[in-house]
């Protein structure tokens, strides 16, 4: 072994020069661009961000959604396109006076792959209905929405379905009272 370690070391010629100042500055460079991108990318996967408006009580509210989840699909070629979602969400409504909602969904999508014949970008409508609560009401939910999603990027060996799209919801608590939801943005499904 010892022998093996000198033979290594003996016909090792390897010279390393420093790098220059400008060979310096292009790597940090990059690495202060790239490193917060991909950090970016990585929180809007897991955090999809929307907006919206709430309409409750005859009066209307800004909104921020939240809505990722897990789906399940066909393969094609780009990637995998979903047909079930199951998604969680999460709306914060801009007024202290009115509770946040939470929702959980089950959505079904359909594509319309006449559209784009090279599927790159797939465009359809979804309908959903779920379960929401503010804690403490409870009630239902049915929604629809148009999208368009690529389903083609590769994310840690899932793919995630990234769907830029409006959607419309019919909220309901089992109380009586009802409400109205539009939210334009993103939402995120891991599919398999």
């Known amino acids: 072994m010892v022998l093996l370690v000198l033979q290594v070391y003996g016909q090792d010629t390897t010279s390393v020069q420093e790098p220059s100042t400008r060979e310096k500055v292009a790597i940090y460079s990059t690495a202060g661009i790239l490193v917060p991108l991909a950090v970016a990318g990585l929180a809007i996967s897991f955090f999809p961000p929307s907006a919206g408006v709430v309409l409750k009580d005859g009066t209307a509210y800004g909104s921020f959604d939240i809505e990722t989840g897990f ?21 914060h409504i801009g007024n202290a006076k009115v509770r946040d909602i939470f929702r959980t969904e089950v959505t079904r999508d359909f594509n319309f792959d006449f559209i784009d014949r090279r599927k790159i970008f797939l465009s359809g409508i979804h ?44 909220n309901s608590f089992f109380s009586g009272k009802s409400f109205h939801e539009i939210s334009l943005g993103v939402t995120s499904a891991f599919t398999f």
């Open 71 to 91: 789906g399940y699909g066909e393969k094609r070629e780009t990637g995998i396109f979903t047909n079930y979602r199951v998604m969680l969400n999460y709306t």
């Open 127 to 170: 309908v959903s209905t779920g379960f929401i609560s503010d804690f403490p009401n409870h009630g239902y939910t049915i929604g629809t929405g148009v999208w368009l999603k690529s389903p083609w990027l590769p994310y840690f060996g899932l793919f995630p379905s990234h769907t830029y799209g409006l959607t419309y919801r019919y």
